[in-house]
T-cell receptor, first 115, second 112 residues
Framework: DQQVKQNSPSLSVQEGRISILNCDYTNSMFDYFLWYKKYPAEGPTFLISISSIKDKNEDGRFTVFLNKSAKHLSLHIVPSQPGDSAVYFCAASAQNTGTASKLTFGTGTRLQVTL | NAGVMQNPRHLVRRRGQEARLRCSPMKGHSHVYWYRQLPEEGLKFMVYLQKENIIDESGMPKERFSAEFPKEGPSILRIQQVVRGDSAAYFC??????????FGPGTRLTVL
């Protein structure tokens, strides 16, 4: 049962354009969402997060949008740079259940930013 | 401020041997999580620990796997009698409370 889904395994975007990565979830208990970036042979690097009480969070070139009714979130990167080429993971947790806040990950989207 | 440290980075074991993976959390972080990534898959939660306590081990295989986070020293993920299916990247993460988790570089376990 894949509770967090990233339906696009790969995405190619030209340098300077916007990259939009999508993520859907099924568990309505999730209330905290994160995006991580991962290079080969390295650990995931935290990029940006959003709580379910918000619908948008912005940090520099990265913006995350949350649509709770659709159980959908997206990561926008603008402008895209060659160094952004990596695998991006969406993750979710249930912070307010009183239980452990383990992360549930999607399967990742490989972003390639071309010159 | 050093990040999450994991060692070894690469570990090769023969079937039936034991594997010990170590994780030192970031300074000030009292929560440690272990995840496993199989080839071409996302990360899967294994276990969540605080000092001297296992909080959630719902993702741990029932046999051969154990984890600890002692009062002093790093967290240890121990895999006894390894099999080829245990070959994966094992990542440790830490957080100050139930918030953002920061990951280490991972240990890549290869079972021959």
């Amino acid at each position: 049962d894949q509770q967090v889904k990233q339906n696009s395994p790969s995405l190619s975007v030209q340098e300077g354009r916007i990259s939009i990565l999508n993520c859907d979830y099924t568990n309505s208990m999730f209330d905290y969402f994160l995006w991580y970036k991962k290079y080969p042979a390295e650990g995931p690097t935290f990029l940006i997060s959003i709580s379910s009480i918000k619908d948008k969070n912005e940090d520099g070139r990265f913006t995350v949008f949350l649509n709770k009714s659709a159980k959908h979130l997206s990561l926008h990167i603008v402008p895209s740079q060659p160094g952004d080429s990596a695998v991006y993971f969406c993750a979710a947790s249930a912070q307010n259940t009183g239980t452990a806040s383990k992360l549930t990950f999607g399967t990742g989207t490989r972003l390639q930013v071309t010159l | 401020n050093a990040g999450v440290m994991q060692n070894p980075r690469h570990l090769v074991r023969r079937r039936g041997q034991e594997a010990r993976l170590r994780c030192s959390p970031m300074k000030g972080h009292s929560h440690v999580y272990w995840y496993r990534q199989l080839p071409e898959e996302g990360l899967k939660f294994m276990v969540y620990l605080q000092k001297e306590n296992i909080i959630d081990e719902s993702g741990m295989p029932k046999e051969r796997f154990s984890a600890e986070f002692p009062k002093e020293g790093p967290s240890i993920l121990r895999i006894q009698q390894v099999v080829r299916g245990d070959s994966a990247a094992y990542f440790c993460a830490s957080s100050p409370r139930n918030y953002t988790q920061y990951f280490g570089p991972g240990t890549r376990l290869t079972v021959l």
